[in-house]
């Protein structure tokens, strides 16, 4: 489909992983793009190499100050249409019962909670409020979102209670958030990745990445980046596509560890 030139996405943890890939798949397609992001270097880096079209804006998806800036700088380029929430950055492995009987901690659940799941409800419920006042497109749309939320929304493992939690809350959030912008002609989707073969992931050594790749029935491999941006790209474009959550995990199912 032909993208207007005025079209803007704000991506937020655009600066590198899946987010990255997500930014120049949408850039190629000739979308304006805000990476909206904490790395500066990696953030100023890519904005560089993409040229015209791309900016960088420092954003913690946690504070409303910070994400309306990123809207400002959206605003600022265009037409705000598009939004990914793509972010990470922090985890804790914990069990509910630590091996040495103290229970977890209950600021690293919270924290995690905070960062994926009330800073995507951060992110989209600003972003929708001014996509809400956009001028509809002939199909009477105004926006679309995509979330990212993780196969261990379904299949948690073994110390995984908190990042478990916020993924499946971002599961739930998607239809009723489809529903509630229904209204107002802005999609909502999400996108539930297996194993991914982002720096982070590598950084595990070849012997761990053999192991992950092992649980992946087929293709015999981990997902790359460019999948999850390919995928993103049609949930934001494909209008009659909402409220859904598509598994991306060449039929991975995590078990207990």
């Known amino acids: 489909m032909t993208i207007p030139a ?20 949408l850039r190629k397609a000739g979308m304006k793009v805000v990476v909206a992001d904490l790395a500066d270097e990696r953030a100023e880096a890519l904005v560089g190499a993409l040229g015209a079209g791309a900016v960088y804006q420092r954003t913690d998806v946690t504070s409303e100050d910070s994400v ?7 605003a600022e380029l265009g037409t705000l249409r598009h939004v990914v929430i793509a972010h990470g950055g922090w985890g804790v492995a914990e069990r509910v019962v630590n091996r040495d009987g103290s229970p977890a901690s209950l600021e690293g659940f919270t924290k995690t909670l905070d960062l994926y799941l009330v800073g995507t409800y951060n992110v989209l419920r600003l972003a929708a409020a001014r996509m809400a006042a956009n001028e509809p497109t002939a199909a009477g749309e105004r926006g679309s979102v995509v979330f990212t939320a993780s196969i261990a929304a379904y299949e948690g493992q073994i110390g995984q209670t908190a990042y478990a939690a916020a993924k499946a809350g971002i599961v739930g959030l998607t239809l009723a958030a489809a529903r509630d912008l229904s209204s107002v002609g802005i999609r909502v989707n999400t996108i539930a990745p297996g194993t991914m073969r982002t720096a982070i992931m590598e950084s595990v050594g070849e012997d ?10 087929f ?16 949930l934001l474009t494909n209008g009659y596509i909402n409220g859904e959550v598509v598994r991306l995990d060449g039929a991975q ?3 207990p560890r």
Not at 68 to 74: I, P, T
Not at 208 to 217: D, E, I, Q, R, S
Not at 219 to 234: I, M, N, T
């Open 208 to 217: 761990a990445l053999a192991k992950f790749t092992g649980n992946v029935p």
């Open 68 to 74: 309306l800036a990123a809207l400002d700088a959206a």
């Open 6 to 25: 005025s079209d803007v996405a704000l991506v937020t943890g655009g600066a590198g992983g899946l987010g990255e890939a997500v930014v120049r798949c």
């Open 219 to 234: 293709p015999k491999r981990l997902g790359d980046p460019e999948e999850f941006a390919a995928l993103a790209e049609h």
């Open 253 to 255: 199912r995590f078990g």
